[in-house]
């Protein structure tokens, strides 16, 4: 019997009914994949967050993820993927991309680089469900090694950054509260980008005077306005502004970046690997996450492409759990600044991982991404 028959015959017995609904389908428990030796899982799961998140373009209380596991001789590897709404994955885009991954015909979890690509050869986009498989399979390589990345990468893991903690656009006695939720963070980032930019800062100022950077998730739609904010942004010990006006306005982007007092960082503008490229010249650097550019192994590759053209690199999430928090950390000694709060943001996480202590990546001698999954 072919697979992929027998999967339609095991989906009919679980289910009970030959008219399987996708949302049912993919809310159900975990979904085995058979393969002769490595294995993939996946379920979803809600990230609840502990305050409704407002950023420039959209708000929300929720995250889908999906979780997944790669298991190879008895050793599991874990991995997620984070699909905040307005970036077009969902719990039925990443099931449906994930069912059609096919890990058997790979006898060796090492290739690593032939299996990504089959990964990305399957679907255009779904850079996060893509992600998940990345994810897992470092994690699964790490422990089959019994090393942690950083080490594998050669990396100093004293090295890690500090994170920024993100603060979103709320009513001045909410961002004071919020500020001084934040205590154990050194840095914090401030969402702009609607009409109340100088309030925020005015309102975060008011209660702490450490270093800002600023997210402006394409908000400003003029670039003199633009360069006007940042000049007195400049004067508030602002470090630095992410995407400043919206992705396409790439000339608008080079001229900012010539004339603006602090560096100008490209998120929403700078997805792949080869985006990398394009944002030289119009950006001073690029955000990196593992959920836009499809996992650890591309994320690796941009930052080495990013220094190879003398640009600043910063190394970004989503609200995640512990396990692509994780994932980034491993990396984050090569990046000049860090926002890796996604699992702070989150009410249940899955994992104990990576830490932020006192404000720094820490990072801990646990194989592979470091994570244990809670009881
Ligand atoms: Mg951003």
Redesign the pocket.
């Known amino acids: 019997m072919k697979r992929r028959e027998f999967l339609k015959i095991a989906g009919f017995t679980v289910f009970g009914s030959t008219f399987i609904n996708p949302v049912s389908y993919i809310n159900s428990k975990s979904i085995t994949r058979s393969t002769s030796k490595m294995k993939l899982r996946f379920y979803p799961y809600t990230l609840e967050l502990k305050h409704v998140f407002t950023v420039a373009t959209a708000s929300r209380r929720t995250t889908p993820v999906m979780m997944t596991e790669i298991e190879y001789e008895g050793v599991v590897g874990y991995g997620e993927a984070s699909m905040p709404p307005y970036l077009g994955e969902s719990h039925q885009t990443a099931a449906d991309f994930l069912s059609k991954v096919d890990l058997s015909q790979f006898d060796d979890p090492f290739k690593t680089e032939e299996i990504l690509a089959y990964i990305d050869s399957i679907a255009p986009g779904n850079p996060a469900a893509k992600a998940s498989v990345d994810i897992a399979l470092h994690d699964l390589i790490g422990k089959l090694i019994g090393q942690p990345w950083y080490k594998l990468y050669g990396l100093a893991p004293e090295k890690t950054p500090y994170t920024s903690f993100t603060i979103g656009i709320d009513k001045p006695d909410v961002v004071r509260q919020k500020v001084k939720e934040a205590e154990k963070f050194k840095i914090l980032k401030v969402k702009l980008g609607l009409d109340n930019d100088k309030e925020m800062i005015e309102t975060i100022r008011s209660v702490t005077d450490k270093p800002l950077r600023c997210?402006v998730?394409q908000g400003w739609k003029d670039k003199e306005y633009a360069l006007r904010m940042i000049e007195w942004l400049a004067t508030k010990n602002v470090e630095l502004i992410?995407?400043p006006m919206p992705k396409e306005w790439i000339d608008e982007h080079a001229w900012l970046k010539e004339r603006s007092p602090l560096p100008i960082i490209g998120?929403?503008a700078v997805q792949r690997l080869k985006d990398i490229r394009k944002a030289h010249g119009v950006y001073h650097g690029v955000?990196i996450k593992l959920m836009k550019c499809t996992g650890m192994r591309e994320a690796y590759k941009s930052i080495m492409l990013a220094r190879a053209f003398d640009m600043k690199v910063m190394i970004?999430c989503m609200t995640e759990t512990s396990c692509a928090i994780s994932a980034a950390a491993h990396i984050s000694p090569l990046v000049d600044w860090a926002d890796l709060d996604g699992a702070e943001l989150i009410s249940n996480d899955l994992f104990d991982g990576v830490k932020i202590i006192d404000g720094k990546v820490t990072l801990n001698n646990r194989p592979g991404i470091g994570i244990i999954k809670k009881q």
Do not use: I, K, L, V
Request: glycine content about 12%; hydrophobic content about 0%.
């Open positions: 997210d998730n992410e995407q998120d929403e955000n970004g």
